[in-house]
């Protein structure tokens, strides 16, 4: 999606869950904080 809305300027770190499986398939929240920079 980042990269999708500003190109090569999208591009950030990477975020990983640390388990091999999650029970009854739950989902996993991720946040982000996006600084944008303007002219």
Do not use: D, Q, Y
């Amino acid at each position: 999606l980042l990269l999708e809305l500003f190109g090569k300027n999208g591009e950030h770190a990477r975020s990983a869950v640390g388990v091999a499986t999650l029970p009854a398939g739950v989902a996993v929240e991720i946040e982000m904080i996006v600084e944008i920079h303007t002219s």
